[in-house]
């Protein structure tokens, strides 16, 4: 499209961001009628094979944001690429006895979901995207200001000019660049920890299970991926990131085994690995006239319960729920009352996991005797309730109460 067409364009709704977030609010809104825009800053590779090297980046997802995903048509293209299902989950702790054991058998699912590569996700939703006639992409795109006029949002780009729309949608990560634009705060809380992330080879299997066993330093996790390949999540304090990453590959290795307590015996080989110091945010306010945040744009949240993008996408189902509601009953959907009803409904849930998080980081980071105390009859008590585990499990794998209808029905397959 020209950028006289761009321009001279009112958009429905412009999203900023398109990662797995961003652009799964794009294809909701747009394969429901909707006139959108979904801008980019870096090009999207959506030639992404079945064979190509173990990423970085893993995610861990839920069966709400399964049904999603089938829901918006990205489910096929994740699968043509790679996923990985895992049946059990297996948690135990480096001080005190004890280990908790969850099951897919005993809930009567058929796995507790699914470990992906970020970035086959976002090829998958890319490749809808660039499908649907309703959605212009556009990609190495540079923001310079956001404006409010007219009961419009005003995008300046760099070389192209003033974009308009009734909403913009900030779904551009962490330093979200809308949410600074927009004069929206951020609250904050630094872990003090980074996360190690990267894929390896075991010399066992990891029998399609998750394993995360609780250390001093900070939770060590298996995700099981292919043949006896997982993505670990290794979480130190943030002065040991460092030393860490500039580990030899042997040495990365031996550490490896040594934090999982040789659980999957030796790691026999290493792929790239990246680290990610760990900070929960959370926006004041999701929303203002014009303009809601989604996914990291809105709020950042330990990762050792893998939640931080199935939120997002539970964000995006909601946000496209609210805007499509108020397009059927003829109401501004831009407009704050519409809004709000996407902010109440989605950032007390947020809310929530964020403080769970937190008291797991605090029960489980430190060896203290008082800590130790209250851990020591926990994973052992934990284990016989059945039901408290399958209903802990449940709430993970399906969402919580009041969940938008792309998360609850399946339409597509
Ligand atoms: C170590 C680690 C492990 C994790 N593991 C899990 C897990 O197992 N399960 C889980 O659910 N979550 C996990 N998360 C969290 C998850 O990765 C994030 O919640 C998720 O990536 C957020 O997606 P998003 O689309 O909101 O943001 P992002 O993935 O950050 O995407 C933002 C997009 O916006 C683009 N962008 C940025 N600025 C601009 C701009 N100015 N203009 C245009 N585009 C812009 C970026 O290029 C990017 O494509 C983990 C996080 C970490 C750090």
Same mark, same amino acid.
């Given at each position: 499209?020209?950028?006289?067409?761009?321009?001279?364009?009112?958009?429905?709704?412009?999203?900023?961001?398109?990662?797995?977030?961003?652009?799964?609010?794009?294809?909701?809104?747009?394969?429901?009628?909707?006139?959108?825009?979904?801008?980019?800053?870096? +090009?999207?590779?959506?030639?992404?094979?079945?064979?190509?090297?173990?990423?970085?980046?893993?995610?861990?997802?839920?069966?709400?944001?399964?049904?999603?995903?089938?829901?918006?048509?990205?489910?096929?293209?994740?699968?043509?690429?790679?996923?990985?299902?895992?049946?059990?989950?297996?948690?135990?702790?480096?001080?005190?006895?004890?280990?908790?054991?969850?099951?897919?058998?005993?809930?009567?699912?058929?796995?507790?979901?699914?470990?992906?590569?970020?970035?086959?996700?976002?090829?998958?939703?890319?490749?809808?995207?660039?499908?649907?006639?309703?959605?212009?992409?556009?990609?190495?795109?540079?923001?310079?200001?956001?404006?409010?006029?007219?009961?419009?949002?005003?995008?300046?780009?760099?070389?192209?000019?003033?974009?308009?729309?009734?909403?913009?949608?900030? +779904?551009?990560?962490?330093?979200?660049?809308?949410?600074?634009?927009?004069?929206?705060?951020?609250?904050?809380?630094?872990?003090?920890?980074?996360?190690?992330?990267?894929?390896?080879?075991?010399?066992?299997?990891?029998?399609?299970?998750?394993?995360?066993?609780?250390?001093?330093?900070?939770?060590?996790?298996?995700?099981?991926?292919?043949?006896?390949?997982?993505?670990?999540?290794?979480?130190?304090?943030?002065?040991?990131?460092?030393?860490?990453?500039?580990?030899?590959?042997?040495?990365?290795?031996?550490?490896?085994?040594?934090?999982?307590?040789?659980?999957?015996?030796?790691?026999?080989?290493?792929?790239?690995?990246?680290?990610?110091?760990?900070?929960?945010?959370?926006?004041?306010?999701y929303?203002?006239?014009?303009?809601?945040?989604?996914?990291?744009?809105a709020?950042?949240?330990?990762?050792?319960?893998?939640?931080?993008?199935?939120?997002?996408?539970l964000d995006?189902?909601a946000?496209?729920?609210?805007?499509?509601?108020?397009?059927?009953?003829?109401?501004?959907?831009?407009?704050?009352?519409?809004?709000?009803?996407y902010e109440r409904w989605r950032r007390g849930d947020n809310?929530?996991?964020?403080?769970?998080?937190?008291?797991?980081?605090?029960?489980?980071?430190?060896?203290?005797?008082?800590?130790?105390?209250?851990?020591?009859?926990?994973?052992?008590?934990?284990?016989?309730?059945?039901?408290?585990?399958?209903?802990?499990?449940?709430?993970?794998?399906?969402?919580?109460?009041?969940?938008?209808?792309?998360?609850?029905?399946?339409?597509?397959?």
């Open positions: 499209m020209s950028n006289a067409n761009l321009t001279n364009t009112i958009w429905d709704v412009i999203v900023v961001g398109g990662g797995m977030v961003g652009s799964a609010t794009a294809l909701g809104l747009a394969q429901n009628g909707m006139r959108v825009l979904l801008l980019e800053k870096q +090009a999207v590779d959506i030639s992404w094979q079945a064979d190509s090297p173990y990423q970085v980046r893993v995610s861990a997802l839920t069966r709400a944001s399964e049904k999603i995903l089938k829901n918006l048509g990205a489910w096929q293209g994740i699968e043509d690429r790679r996923l990985h299902p895992f049946v059990a989950m297996h948690v135990w702790d480096e001080i005190t006895p004890g280990e908790v054991h969850f099951s897919a058998q005993d809930m009567q699912e058929p796995n507790l979901g699914y470990t992906v590569e970020n970035n086959v996700i976002q090829a998958a939703l890319w490749e809808q995207a660039i499908a649907c006639e309703n959605i212009t992409t556009l990609v190495d795109s540079k923001i310079e200001g956001l404006a409010f006029e007219d009961d419009q949002a005003w995008l300046s780009i760099e070389g192209i000019g003033i974009l308009k729309t009734q909403l913009v949608v900030g +779904a551009d990560g962490a330093f979200s660049k809308i949410r600074q634009l927009a004069n929206i705060g951020l609250d904050t809380h630094d872990y003090e920890q980074s996360a190690v992330v990267g894929c390896v080879k075991t010399e066992l299997s990891h029998q399609d299970t998750c394993w995360q066993r609780y250390t001093s330093n900070g939770p060590f996790a298996y995700l099981s991926m292919g043949n006896n390949v997982s993505s670990i999540a290794w979480y130190l304090p943030t002065d040991k990131q460092q030393w860490a990453l500039n580990l030899s590959d042997e040495e990365f290795a031996k550490e490896i085994a040594k934090a999982s307590d040789y659980r999957l015996g030796q790691v026999v080989e290493v792929a790239e690995r990246g680290a990610f110091p760990l900070v929960r945010r959370h926006a004041e306010h929303v203002k006239p014009n303009l809601a945040l989604v996914g990291d744009a709020h950042t949240i330990h990762p050792q319960a893998g939640q931080g993008v199935n939120l997002g996408l995006a189902a946000l496209v729920e609210t805007v499509l509601n108020a397009k059927q009953a003829d109401k501004a959907w831009g407009s704050f009352s519409v809004l709000r009803k809310a929530l996991v964020q403080r769970s998080m937190e008291g797991f980081d605090w029960l489980f980071k430190q060896d203290a005797s008082l800590k130790a105390i209250i851990r020591k009859p926990l994973l052992p008590l934990a284990n016989k309730l059945t039901w408290v585990k399958n209903w802990l499990m449940g709430q993970a794998l399906n969402g919580r109460e009041a969940l938008p209808k792309l998360a609850k029905t399946l339409v597509k397959n």
